[in-house]
C-alpha cells in the first residue's frame, strides 16, 4: 500500500498539485453561508495543497535513499531556507495590490471585497510562491553522485548527476550571460558550477548547472573524498 501511495503522489505533476487554488475561486464566487465559516474552510485548502507538495518532496528523498544509499550509505541533504528578505519585500506589495483591486473590482464582478481580496492574495501565494519565498529546491549527495530537485513554479526538475559525470566543481558567482542553467532557490553571487565532462553539456537542456546551497563549505567538505575540492 506504501509503494502504491508513494507511486501515486510521485505520479501526479505538480502544475495539478498547484492547481488547487483554483479550486477556491469558484468556492469563494459562490459562498452564500456566514463569513465566518470561510476560516476554516480556505486553510483547510492551502494545507491540503502544501501537504501534497511536501509529501511529494519527502517521497521523493526516501525513494532516492533506497536507490543510492540503501544500507545506510552517504546521504547529505542541504535544502536552502526560505529568503525572508524576499518575501518582507513582496508580500507588502501583494496585500496592497489586492486591497486596491478588489475596492475597485467587487462591484463590477458582483463579489464583496473580502472574497476578492481572499482570491487575489491566496492565488497569488499558492500558485507563484516562488515569486514571493523562491523557488523550492533540495540538493543530496550521495556516494555516486549529486541529486537536485529544483521547483521553480508549475513544473519541476529531478535530476541525478553521477560523479562520473561531473568533470569538476567550480566555486563562483553566477553569470547570467554564459548560458548556465541556475538551480538555486534564489540566484547569489556564490554558488558552485558544475562542468560536464560530456562537451554536450549533462543532458540536452542542460550544459552546466550552477547551484547554491545552504552552506557551501559543508557541502563541498561532502564532494571531497570524491576528488571534488
Known amino acids: 500500500m ?7 503522489i510521485l505520479s501526479i505533476p505538480r502544475l495539478y498539485i498547484k492547481q488547487f487554488p483554483y479550486a477556491w475561486i469558484v468556492f469563494i464566487a459562490l459562498w452564500t453561508y456566514p463569513p465566518q465559516a470561510i476560516i476554516f474552510i480556505f486553510p483547510f485548502i492551502i494545507l491540503l495543497g502544501l501537504f501534497m507538495l511536501q509529501w511529494r518532496h519527502a517521497v521523493w528523498l526516501s525513494t532516492l535513499r533506497e536507490e543510492h544509499a540503501p544500507r545506510g550509505g552517504k546521504f547529505y ?4 531556507p526560505v529568503s525572508m528578505q524576499r518575501a518582507v519585500k513582496n508580500i507588502p506589495i501583494l496585500l496592497a495590490a489586492a486591497g486596491t483591486a478588489s475596492f475597485f473590482l467587487n462591484r463590477q464582478v458582483g463579489l464583496e471585497p473580502w ?11 499558492l500558485y507563484r510562491d516562488s515569486t514571493f519565498f523562491g523557488a ?11 541529486a537536485v530537485h529544483f521547483a521553480p513554479g508549475h513544473l519541476d526538475y529531478r535530476l541525478f548527476l553521477k560523479f562520473n559525470e561531473i568533470n569538476r566543481i567550480e566555486r563562483r558567482g553566477y553569470e547570467n550571460d554564459k548560458g548556465w542553467d541556475c538551480f538555486a532557490r534564489v540566484r547569489a553571487n556564490d554558488g558552485l558550477l558544475l562542468i560536464p565532462k560530456n562537451p554536450n553539456g549533462f543532458t540536452k537542456r542542460i550544459e552546466r548547472l550552477f547551484i547554491v546551497p545552504k552552506d557551501i563549505e559543508k557541502f563541498q ?3 571531497s573524498p570524491y576528488g571534488f575540492l
Open 2 to 8: 506504501k509503494t502504491f501511495l508513494n507511486r501515486f
Open 77 to 80: 541533504v542541504d535544502r536552502p
Open 115 to 125: 472574497q476578492m481580496f481572499s482570491i487575489i492574495v491566496g492565488f497569488s501565494l
Open 136 to 146: 523550492p529546491t533540495t540538493y543530496v549527495i550521495t556516494a555516486s553522485g549529486i
Open 221 to 223: 567538505e561532502q564532494l
